[in-house]
């Protein structure tokens, strides 16, 4: 998705001093930015989560 540019999504009509290209730019450069920090924040979920198995509910007898 990242190779396809579908991962995320940004303006392609942004200027940066009135310049297009360098409002582009800018605009790829957040979007990297972007998954990069949601990638981190993924892995660390991952990372802490830990696996239990499901506790037994009370039985009336």
């Known amino acids: 998705m990242v190779r396809q540019k579908t991962a995320a999504t940004g303006s392609t009509s942004m200027t940066l001093d009135g310049n297009l290209k ?3 730019k800018m605009v790829g450069d957040m979007t990297k930015l972007l998954l990069r920090a949601f990638n981190a924040e993924a892995e660390n979920s ?5 696996a239990k198995p499901p506790q037994r509910r009370y039985q009336a007898p």
């Open 22 to 24: 360098k409002g582009q």
């Open 46 to 50: 991952v990372k802490t989560v830990k």
